[in-house]
């Protein structure tokens, strides 16, 4: 199988990119003396999981306990699933328990941990929880200092769970988009997670793991003191909005969707192609960055950009092509009917999950089918 | 199986809404003296479009090969794909017409006129073509008194292809909220499409099919005279973004998800849900309009509306839900962590999309499951 035996759209993955990514994080996290859990939501496929172990990462992160399940199946043991639990989901997470799977839970509210340590109590069965700790205010956790945090851990302990450890996730690191600033949140959430570990172990209470980790914050700390193991998911494909945050160059980008163009709008400057929003996702996370790349930056058909055209629109199944700044009415010229485009998107993690499968392209241009799955 | 039962996120449809949306649509066009051909992308469900058939649909509309081929499968004959056909694809449509699909194709350019042209000869087979026609610059098509119009037709002809008739989709009827611009733009449709079909019978062509539609036109339309059929797809479902055209009322809107609340950042009035953008879609196409819903409107589990409280924000696997206005600071009370709430969505079409199958809720309470597919 080839470039030009693949029905349109369709995912690309460059393998040579994704390695190349895969070992510059793998190799920074070994300089900095930490281990490394991928977080597979990104891709939730077997071949790039597995492409990352190689490489030296240890266990992995999840964000549904279907990609648990999946990857448990697949020989990964050692496993976090980085969501609150809903205590719905407990049944699920010991199923998985029991058949073997080290996968740890994460709680950050006292109602949570009752919850656990009631249903753990019912089934005898001692969890694994991590504490999220909140570092930036982007979404969920306990500040470091708040009391809180000692009446989920004494909450936990005292009812017979393994506290494991705490984990937090600078989220709002993809809202910078300058050095220092990213210096500055990686150190403000390494900081704030250590010292929340070293507030539970003045308590009186063990606690391993001291877990961070986003793409831009991992790509950018100066050091990890007192953090044991890094997350970041991004980073395997990379994409446009990581490129305005200024860990990658658009030609580190290992994910694309391959189009071909079916029409022309010349006199606006348009040429509509097979891949929509639903190739590309609805995700325009460009838009309130240094620069908004639309629905994805245009590249030839082998990968090398071309530079000023855009996905500047997209439906469900039709998107528009269009230049930069003056429209160009010889479009139609350019890029006849027929023609091969590749797309690079704003988010890699919301393109990959609109396809069934990637087609991944090795550096001798055959290329190789791996699935991916969706759902929870 | 009941509500109670269902993991989440789950894609939810209320049976009965769902029902009384395809009837509202099909008397419609009964009335007008039309056939109905819904399009089937918003859903890609054989329990849907079956419902839709059973009301009196004639045909479907798809907007990709592949939906083509698993409704072909489940039985109908009658499909016209509604995307401009790429070349590289006409070989996947020559083997549904010789399987007996009656697959109508569209084309709205010379260079892929003569593209089917030379493939129907090569292979002996007279493709049933339709123009696409532009009727308001949205998006692809010919303008109705461009020559190009001829131009296409004749090539066709003359290559031994069936011109079938002309389509016309006015998508930009989603940018209007008032009803005398939706009158408008739905004649708007009309007449340019009907112009085209004139233009050809003047030609001394035959053109027997005069296709329109969108949801917001086909709901608003006064008159449909010398169109034969009409095409919409959300309306199946009905969304946040059709309340604000002005089509449907909330209480209308057939599908959510169904999520559960896994925690709390109390001073800021936020609770942290399970459904994020991955169980919602990324689509924002309220952003722009007179009600901005974020990621969709929050309702009780029963789907009765909490007004008020949206979901305000989200990441992959959480969204947090606040109330609109001043923080609710009681909100860990109000939805304690295990609550269970419904969201409905900005875009049925791209929320569905992100789902493996719906949960269809009957009067009754119990749930069938309804699996989708996506792909091409």
């Known amino acids: 199988m080839n470039l030009e035996s693949l029905n349109t759209p369709a995912a690309l993955i460059d393998v040579a990119r994704m390695q190349h990514n895969i070992e510059r994080m793998q190799q920074r996290m070994n300089a900095l003396g930490v281990r490394f859990r991928p977080h597979v939501k990104t891709t939730k496929c077997e071949q790039v999981v597995q492409a990352q172990m190689n490489a030296g990462a240890r266990g992995i992160t999840v964000s549904t306990l279907k990609e648990a399940e999946q990857f448990f199946a697949s020989g990964i043991r050692d496993i976090v699933y980085a969501v609150g639990i809903a205590p719905t989901k407990l049944q699920q997470a010991l199923a998985l328990r029991r058949q073997g799977c080290d996968l740890k839970i994460v709680a950050d509210s006292v109602a949570c941990a009752e919850a656990i340590v009631a249903f753990g109590r019912e089934h005898e069965e001692a969890f694994e929880v991590w504490i999220e700790i909140d570092v930036d205010g982007h979404r969920s956790g306990i500040v470091p200092d708040d009391d809180t945090l000692l009446d989920v851990a004494t909450t936990l302990c005292n009812g017979g769970v393994h506290l494991g450890g705490v984990l937090a996730h600078a989220?709002?690191?993809?809202?910078y988009d300058a050095h220092d600033a990213l210096v500055h949140i990686a150190e403000q959430e390494r900081s704030g997670c250590v010292r929340a570990a070293e507030r539970l172990r003045a308590a009186g209470l063990r606690c391993d793991v001291v877990s961070i980790g986003s793409t831009p914050t991992a790509l950018t700390a100066e050091h990890l003191e007192g953090v044991t193991e890094v997350r970041a998911g991004v980073y395997v494909m990379f994409d446009l909005v990581m490129h305005n945050v200024g860990v990658n160059?658009?030609?580190?980008?290992?994910?694309?969707?391959?189009?071909?163009?079916?029409?022309?709008?010349?006199?606006?400057?348009?040429?509509?192609?097979?891949?929509?929003?639903?190739?590309?996702?609805?995700?325009?996370?460009?838009?309130?960055?240094?620069?908004?790349?639309g629905y994805g930056l245009v590249c030839h058909e082998d990968g090398s950009v071309l530079d000023g055209y855009l996905m500047s629109g997209a439906n469900q199944e039709h998107g528009i092509v269009s230049r930069c700044g003056a429209p160009d009415h010889e479009i139609d010229q350019r890029f006849p009917i027929g023609t091969r485009l590749r797309i690079l998107p704003n988010h890699a993690c919301a393109t990959g999950a609109q396809h069934p499968a990637y087609h991944a392209v090795g550096a001798d241009g055959q290329i190789e089918t791996w699935p991916r799955f969706y759902g929870w």
């Open 171 to 175: 989220g709002s690191s993809y809202d």
């Open 249 to 293: 160059e658009t030609s580190e980008i290992a994910l694309s969707v391959l189009t071909t163009v079916i029409g022309h709008q010349k006199e606006k400057g348009w040429a509509v192609v097979d891949a929509g929003w639903m190739a590309m996702s609805r995700d325009r996370g460009t838009q309130r960055q240094k620069r908004d790349f």
